[in-house]
């Protein structure tokens, strides 16, 4: 593999998108987005700052209010040209998501830019659907209650997910009428500026969505802080998410935050073990594992122990590593050095804990060697205690923990500061209800992991965030419930 030029980027994506206009920082700062799979730079970028988003909120103010007037239908159709040209655009923003966060682009094709239109489409939708109500109070009053939007939105996503993220906050912000300003992650903002761009191209009305990038937290921070953003929606680590929520809660802005996760999969005894292996694989080593919802723990029960270890085992080891590029590839390189160092530590850790290492652990000896690639990983016998099994890793590394019965697979999935994933296979429907019921996750899936619409709520618990993207509970956070009464 060679270093990626600026030319193989299949998108021009150097500039912010403020209004109507490409541009650059106002202080005229810049920072490399790099390409994980080579080391190499990738693209120069602005690295905005408080006065590009004083820019930005500025015109997210002014289309707000012309856009919250045009009809339901109008919205929805501005918003299914969207969805239009993403859709026309599809395989280069996938190809720009594999360069930028070294996912496979079979992946970024399939899941990222898939979801992102099927979103957006279903989005749109709702600008016609979102209700007020009529409540009976008393024979002389007609007591009604409108949605109207909250205004300008702050939308901070991260590098993981970064085009999907963006589309699951964009789609029913714009929708409800209002406007929205999206601040990427550093590490993979380009998916980020293609969109803004692209909407442009598809007739949004220029300020409606903006795009600031910066090269840490400038641009987040004073984004949050801005007294014309009302309402905060955020993804990331619990770690920012906490400053956020604060900072928010100061100005007493409302904020969503959804977070971080340690979900576990578990099996019972009765499970359908070839469909358990399939949803353990694909729940930790699907986007090398930097998935919110990784199955991350994978809780057996003692008597399938052998068999699912086996399974996890055998099928990490013949998974194809390599150039996200390549068609055939399963599992890409780590963001980062920092992150794959810090995907290190925690393995470290795992020896240390005495866990067992049943395959992986160590840089691949066949990859190339200045990106940022690590062998899927799989410990046995890890301690429901240990560091591995509480700490999101945020890479391919997998923790097997057996149990005797479900009420210890249950007291074993809850024992976790995290609740935003969590997974049963078994062929009782008592067992499962019993477990969806028991644990302590905002998503549950049952003999299934993972499995999203954009109509279904999704968010977390505990540690994991509060707020909900997603379906009709998604529009609550983006609009705000008015009261009427009309006495007759
Ligand atoms: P992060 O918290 O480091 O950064 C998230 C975003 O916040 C980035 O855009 C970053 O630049 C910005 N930011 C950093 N400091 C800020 C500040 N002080 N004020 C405002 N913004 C600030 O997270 P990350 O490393 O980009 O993403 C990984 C994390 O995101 C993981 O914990 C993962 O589980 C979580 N995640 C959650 C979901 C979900 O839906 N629950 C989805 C994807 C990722």
């Not at 339901?72 to 720009?96: C, I, K, N």
């Not at 109070?137 to 300008?152: A, K």
């Not at 999907?164 to 029913?172: C, D, F, N």
């Not at 340690?262 to 930790?284: M, P, Y």
Request: with cysteine; net charge negative; hydrophobic share 45%.
């Amino acid at each position: 593999m060679t270093g990626t030029s600026h030319a193989d980027i299949p998108m021009l994506v150097d500039r912010i998108v403020i209004g109507d206009e490409l541009a650059d920082a106002a202080g005229g700062e810049v920072f490399d987005t790099l390409n994980p799979a080579t080391g190499q730079p990738l693209a120069t970028l602005p690295a905005g700052t408080a006065q590009d988003v004083d820019r930005a909120v500025a015109a997210a103010r002014d289309a707000q209010h012309a856009w919250a007037r045009r009809s339901p239908a109008t919205r929805e159709r501005v918003l299914l040209a969207l969805a239009e040209r993403v859709e026309s655009a599809a395989d280069d923003l996938a190809r720009l998501e594999s360069l930028d966060v070294g996912k496979p682009v079979s992946q970024a094709r399939a899941i990222d830019v898939a979801m992102a239109i099927d979103g957006l489409r279903y989005h749109a939708g709702m600008a016609s659907k979102v209700e007020g109500r009529t409540i009976p109070t008393s024979r002389r009053y007609l007591t009604i209650t409108r949605r109207e939007p909250v205004g300008v939105i702050a939308g901070i996503v991260p590098w993981n997910f970064g085009l999907l993220s963006m589309t699951a906050k964009l789609g029913p912000a714009l929708a409800a009428g209002n406007a929205i300003v999206i601040k990427p992650s550093p590490l993979a903002p380009l998916s980020s500026l293609a969109l803004g761009r692209l909407a442009l191209e598809a007739g949004l009305p220029p300020g409606l969505l903006s795009v600031v990038t910066d090269d840490g937290s400038a641009a987040g921070e004073a984004l949050v802080r801005h007294p014309a953003i009302s309402h905060v929606s955020f993804t990331g680590s619990p770690e920012v998410g906490r400053k956020v929520a604060a900072a928010a809660g100061e100005q007493l802005k409302t904020c969503i935050t959804e977070l971080g996760g340690k979900s576990a999969l578990v099996v019972l005894d009765d499970a359908d073990l070839q469909a358990a292996a399939q949803a353990a694989f694909l729940g930790i080593f699907i986007n090398q594992g930097e998935m919110c919802t990784a199955s991350s723990r994978l809780l057996v029960s003692a008597q399938v122990h052998d068999h699912m270890l086996d399974a996890a085992a055998v099928a990490a080891r013949s998974l194809k590593i390599g150039d996200p590029a390549d068609a055939s590839t399963v599992l890409g390189p780590l963001i980062s050095a920092p992150h794959r160092e810090r995907v290190e530590r925690f393995v470290e850790s795992g020896r240390q804990s005495g866990a067992e290492l049943a395959c992986g652990g160590a840089r691949p000896p066949n990859a190339p060697d200045r990106g940022f690639f690590f062998e899927p990983t799989v410990f046995d016998r890890v301690r429901p205690d240990a560091e591995i099994a509480r700490e999101e890793i945020f890479g391919p590394v997998l923790s097997v923990i057996p149990f005797q019965d479900e009420e210890e697979a249950l007291r074993i999935a809850n024992a976790t500061r995290y609740g935003l994933g969590a997974g049963v296979f078994t062929r009782s429907i008592d067992r499962a209800l019993r477990f969806a019921e028991g644990v302590e996750s905002g998503n549950v899936w049952v003999n299934a992991y993972n499995l999203l619409h954009p109509a279904v709520p999704f968010g977390g618990m505990k540690h994991s965030g509060f707020g909900r993207e997603g379906g009709f509970s998604g529009m609550v956070h983006v609009t705000r419930e008015k009261s009427i009464w009309l006495a007759g």
